[in-house]
């Protein structure tokens, strides 16, 4: 891959909570991968030993004192990338799910398709014989995915097949604007709204997802609701303040 600002001056960024099962294996993972390429993992106040087990693996950790939520969590990690310099962003889960070999290929699609941010979607594999992403994502999960594809896509102009994906890479536009705002709570979905809103671009590049490689998901089937309901009331909201801005 072509070397250049975008791909060199760029950070791994991996929000945790309560991984204590997985963060080791996805630095070292990320780092086996990668090389010397410089990992931060944003701990969102586990009660585990997540952090110590990253600094061990050999991340930096940026420890928050309150639990935030993801999408507190990933501002704070978006915000020290920007004050420390970072050009370009690249977001993995703690849980492992997210493959580190795909990463050049974000960095490749957000240098050179002038997108500021590269989303990896597990349902554009078109390998037959790759895994089946279904398999991976909980019933309620795919229910909430198709629903939010239907409502985001007469806001977006096009579809979005894996509008819930974590595994994304962001430029330092999209990085300058995350770093001051992002949505919490579920964040994906609102923040596709944020980059819409502003006329920025965004794509889809194919992944490949794995099973979460220990522990349990944080997020249970009410808890799926809840955040079904306060993304969308969230995007409803984006939407009226771009329009009462416009209008003024």
């Known amino acids: 891959m ?31 991968v990668l090389g010397n390429v410089p990992i931060l993992v944003a701990d969102d106040c586990s009660t ?13 950790v940026l420890s928050l004192p309150y639990h935030l939520g993801l999408g507190g969590v990933v501002q704070a990690g978006y915000r020290w990338a920007h004050e420390m310099g970072f050009q370009t962003v690249v977001r ?15 960095l490749e699609a957000l240098e050179t398709s002038g997108a500021q941010m590269v989303i990896g979607s597990r349902f554009l594999e078109t390998d037959p014989a790759a895994h089946n992403a279904h398999a991976y994502t909980s019933g309620s999960r795919k229910w ?8 985001l896509r007469p806001i977006l102009g096009k579809e979005v097949r894996d509008p819930t994906s974590g ?19 579920y964040p994906e979905i609102e923040a596709l709204v ?41 995007v409803v909201v984006n939407i009226l303040r771009f329009e009462r801005h416009r209008w003024r």
Not at 92 to 106: E, R, S, V
Not at 144 to 151: M, Q, S
Not at 198 to 222: C, D, K, N, Q, W
């Open 194 to 234: 944020v980059l819409q809103r502003r006329a920025f671009r965004f794509l889809e590049v194919p992944v490949t997802m794995r099973p979460r490689r220990g522990g349990v998901s944080t997020i249970t089937a009410p808890k799926a609701l809840y955040y079904l309901l306060h993304v969308l009331l969230g």
């Open 92 to 106: 993995i889960d703690g849980d492992g799910q997210h493959d580190p070999k795909f990463i050049p290929t974000l």
């Open 2 to 32: 072509k070397q250049s600002l975008a791909t060199t001056n760029y950070l791994v960024l991996i929000p945790a909570y309560n991984e204590e099962a997985n963060i080791d294996w996805v630095v070292r993972e990320a780092r086996q």
């Open 144 to 151: 909430g995915i198709r629903l939010f594809r239907a409502v």
């Open 167 to 185: 595994f994304v890479a962001v430029n330092h536009e999209a990085l300058e604007v995350f770093s001051h705002s992002f949505p919490l709570e």
């Open 48 to 60: 585990d030993s997540t952090a110590a087990l990253a600094r061990a693996a050999g991340a930096q």
